[in-house]
């Protein structure tokens, strides 16, 4: 049965390469409801057709990093800008300096061709620590500094998924104003909204709607994406034998990938292998060579 739906996945991913897929639409989307049915299917839940929410938070180096997660945000929204698809902050904490010490955004592909192109099946495997080296323009002695910033990648679930029904005794629900750039509140009423699941310690911070609302009821899809990304860490754990600690801490100490602009240039991800010395175009958002080789992690 399993071979025969994995079968089915590769033939439709195959119509859906083929340039005259999309000529009857009605087909079309019979087949991408089809996949998008076996995709979900099988252990634990599948959100690879869903689009994503994208978090980068600044590690150690203070300016640097903060600057690193500003780099970093730039290229994957070249690489997005490539794709055709549309990016939203969510919340952001932004320096003086023009980098970020956080920023979350949610990136949605407007076609309605999503299938292997969804942003969550592409980008999931981007979550982990990357590391910068480079002469730091933040440092008068023109030293070299070493970086880090970790992405976290998870699905945004659609608004009438039933996976992960949280009782209101698992949350803790506090309001602030919304605040913009060094800590000017641009609101003078208490919009932001931060939920925190207590079992878990996962904690979201939403400022990007209009009203008090919008927040929560973004920032329940968001918790719900981190429990789900938890729930498949913990999945995946049982079945290689390890073990994932039940909160959410960081681990800064195994990095993904590095971008290394001297004493030489060189991107290489640590999982794959994958390397290059054209650092330009990665900064430029030319990602697709590490993307696709993360398919198979």
């Known amino acids: 049965m399993k071979k025969e739906k994995e079968k089915r996945i590769v033939e439709i991913e195959t119509l859906m390469a083929s340039g005259d897929f999309w000529l009857d639409k009605g087909k079309a989307q019979d087949i991408l409801r089809e996949y998008n049915e076996l995709r979900r299917g099988g252990d634990g839940e599948n959100f690879d057709a869903e689009d994503a929410i994208l978090t980068i938070f600044s590690g150690a180096g203070g300016d640097d990093a903060e600057d690193f997660t500003g780099m970093l945000l730039h ?35 407007p076609s309605t061709k999503l299938g292997v192109s969804a942003p969550y099946g592409t980008l999931k495997n981007e979550s982990g620590v990357h590391r910068l080296v480079r002469i730091s323009p ?40 919304a605040g913009g750039p060094g800590g000017q509140n641009v609101n003078k009423r208490e919009t932001a909204v931060r939920i925190t699941h207590l079992p878990t310690n996962i904690s979201v911070h939403i400022t990007s709607e209009r009203n008090q609302a919008q927040n929560k009821e ?10 789900f990304k938890l729930r498949e860490a913990e999945r995946l754990a ?5 073990q994932v600690s039940k909160t959410t801490a960081n681990e ?26 054209q650092v330009d175009k990665v900064l430029q958002g030319e990602l697709d060579e590490f993307i696709e080789a993360e398919r198979d992690l």
Not at 75 to 100: E, L, M, P, T
Not at 218 to 227: P, R, S, T, W
């Open 75 to 109: 290229i994957y929204r070249k690489f997005f800008a490539r794709k055709g698809w549309s990016v939203g902050i969510v919340s952001q904490n932004q320096n003086d300096h023009g980098g970020f010490r956080n920023i979350t955004i949610e990136v949605n592909n």
């Open 138 to 177: 933040f440092n008068a002695q023109k030293k070299r500094q070493t970086s880090f910033s970790m992405v976290e990648v998870i699905p945004k679930l659609p608004a009438t998924d039933k996976h992960f029904e949280i009782p209101e005794t698992e949350l803790e629900i506090t309001t602030a104003r």
């Open 252 to 277: 800064w100490g195994s990095q993904i990938r590095s971008y290394v602009l001297h004493p030489y240039k060189m991107v290489k991800d640590h999982r794959t292998g994958v390397e290059t010395a």
């Open 238 to 242: 049982k079945e290689s034998g390890t």
């Open 218 to 227: 973004k920032g329940m899809q968001i918790l719900k994406g981190k429990l």
